[in-house]
DNA sequence: GACGGAAACG
DNA sequence: CGTTTCCGTC
């Protein structure tokens, strides 16, 4: 019953918008045109409210090492721990100006995503959730969906919780699938529905050992999938040096490029930037984007093939980045409330703290 | 801590 | 609609 007098705190709450990435001096492997992707801040509707949503932030904070300390991957495919659940709720307040956020609120809503499926718990493990990427993608695009439910997609490699979940609406994307889809030719197109499964993928595709959402065990260390990229200077997580999606027609990938636990890229490939498929890769996926947003979609420069220097891990590998990334923390931190309305329930002033990151060892939890 | 109902808010 | 706020329950 609580309602302290909120009155018209109208505050405009100009919160910066803090695009946590401000471009800065980009690297040469970055591409202009290569911004962050309209599909993270846009998940279906509402077309011009791109009210940040949590699960964007979440995937935010995870992408950006900073953060690391306070949230990282861990775990399986698209498993995540929040090292520091208070902080993320101070983020996440300072993001939304709500001053008055914490771990419980914040939990809530994304125990909201339960239903939605976008996000699970990892149950046992404290601060624990899961992506749902497969969600994650159709969310975003939703011709992918139809496209998937026309074919009637019959993969379902969900062994998670969901496996019992007849959910009307599961729609378990395998890797594979994905990268079917997104190698369709024009999916907006309704005549175009190219090919998105032959009979032979069938097979490929029950075929696919996929840690997806619940093979436990796997306890090593699982790499963020570099779905939103580009906005750390290290470039995807690749150490493979393969995009999975990108990879011919559908190749039998070789065991030697399949890693322990790889992850699909459907952004980039949405992007249809990388590696060109070159032939016999076929179509181009840039089109989805237009497929999708059209319009309006900040025309992809036609050439967008630029250069899509993936990590060249050859050498370097995966555990290149993740030992040298503890050098010291950029200076985007978005820890301020400038443009918060200190006003709100006339409580503390929310100093916000620099942060002193770093400082945990023992978060181990 | 984790869950989920309920009400309210923008 | 996506939370935010609050709360009872396990």
């Known amino acids: 019953m609580r309602k302290p007098s909120k009155a018209g705190s109208t505050m ?8 946590l990435f401000a471009p800065p001096a980009l690297p040469a492997l970055w591409t202009p045109g290569f911004a962050f992707p309209d599909w993270a801040y846009k998940p279906e509707s ?7 949503q949590l699960w964007h932030f979440i995937l935010e904070l995870l992408q950006k090492e900073e953060y690391q300390g306070v949230i990282a991957w861990q775990g399986d495919y698209g498993e ?25 609120k914040l939990s809530r809503a994304l125990r909201y995503y339960y239903n939605k499926r976008i996000l699970h718990k990892t149950k046992g493990k404290r601060f624990t959730y899961k992506f749902n990427f497969s969600k994650v993608v159709l969310v975003n695009y939703p011709l992918l969906d139809v496209a998937a439910a026309t074919t009637g997609s019959p993969l379902l490699l969900t062994p998670g919780p969901f496996a019992g979940a007849p959910g009307p609406d599961a729609p378990p994307l ?4 994905l990268q079917t889809l997104f190698s369709a030719p024009r999916l907006g197109e309704p005549g175009a529905r190219a090919p998105l499964f032959t009979p032979e993928m069938d097979k ?21 999938p570099g779905l939103l990229g580009p906005y750390s200077r290290a470039f995807p997580e690749y150490p493979w040096n393969f995009n999975p999606y990108l990879a011919g027609p559908f190749p039998k990938l070789p065991p030697s490029l399949y890693p322990p636990h790889f992850y699909p890229n459907p952004l980039a490939s949405s992007l249809g930037h990388l590696p060109s498929t070159g032939a016999g890769g076929g179509p181009t996926a840039t089109p989805l984007l237009a497929a999708t947003g059209d319009s309006l979609g900040p025309e992809r420069p036609s050439g967008l093939a630029a250069a899509p220097r993936l990590a060249l891990p050859g050498a370097g590998g995966p555990e ?26 006339g409580e503390d002033g929310l100093p916000v703290p620099p942060k002193a990151k770093a400082g945990k060892g023992g978060l181990g939890s």
Request: hydrophobic fraction near 25%.
């Open 174 to 177: 395998t890797p594979e699938t």
């Open 80 to 104: 995540f721990v929040i090292k520091d659940p208070d902080e993320v709720a101070r983020l996440w307040g300072i993001r939304k100006c709500k001053p008055h956020m914490n771990y419980d």
């Open 12 to 19: 405009d709450c100009s919160c910066v918008s803090d695009l």
């Open 320 to 345: 290149a980045a993740l030992g040298g990334k503890e050098d010291s923390d950029s200076e985007l931190e978005i820890t301020d409330v400038s443009g918060c309305s200190s006003d709100s329930e």
């Open 46 to 52: 509402s077309p011009g409210s791109r009210q940040i």
């Open 204 to 224: 490929l595709r029950l075929d696919s050992p996929f840690p997806f959402l619940g093979s436990g065990g796997a306890t090593g260390y699982s790499k963020p």
